[in-house]
């Protein structure tokens, strides 16, 4: 009885856990025949799309919703970086996947879009975390990489900035 008692308290503990919240949010950027980046905006400022990993679904089925939902079909999905943000206002961090494809319109958008060349969409990208991993991507488009970093609040508000934990490093080799 003591057994089976300390193992459904381990098994509650693990279910709770895991009911608290994902951790894991997929970006994905995507880039048109002529080298143009997708922006989407999200509560009036405009970045790269995303969103939680519901772990109901694989990746590439969680992928090809996101672009779907912004009216793209991925040619080819990369998996570019692995990157762990660490926030002063929450207890664990957040694992953000960045991947990106070469996509095609296929069907209207839900949400508000506009295509950019990389460097106008860097200066218009509010987190400054999300305009150096673009910008990484750019640089390296063959390279996997990982890299953690804080976010930077003021009063439990985002102010767009971040401190290095640990740069990029390549996760090739």
Wanted: glycine fraction near 6%; aromatic fraction near 10%.
């Amino acid at each position: 009885m003591k057994y089976t008692l300390t193992l459904l308290t381990l098994l509650i503990s693990a279910w709770t856990m895991a009911q608290s919240g994902n951790p894991t949010f997929h970006k994905l950027i995507m880039l048109n025949e002529k080298g143009e980046v997708l922006l989407v905006e999200f509560d009036g400022e405009w970045e790269i799309p995303g969103g939680r990993y519901k772990a109901d679904e694989t990746q590439k089925s969680f992928l090809n919703s996101l672009a779907a939902l912004h009216g793209q079909k991925p040619t080819q999905l990369k998996l570019n970086g692995i990157i762990t943000f660490h926030h002063d206002n929450r207890e664990r961090p957040t694992t953000m996947m960045y991947y990106s494809s070469v996509v095609k319109t296929h069907g209207e958008s839900q949400r508000t879009i506009k295509w950019m060349p990389i460097k106008e969409a860097l200066d218009i990208i509010p987190y400054q975390e999300m305009v150096e991993i673009v910008k990484h991507v750019s640089d390296h488009p063959n390279e996997t990489f990982g890299g953690a970093m804080r976010i930077i609040y003021n009063q439990n508000q985002r102010t767009g900035e971040f401190k290095w934990i640990e740069p990029f490093y390549s996760l090739n080799n």
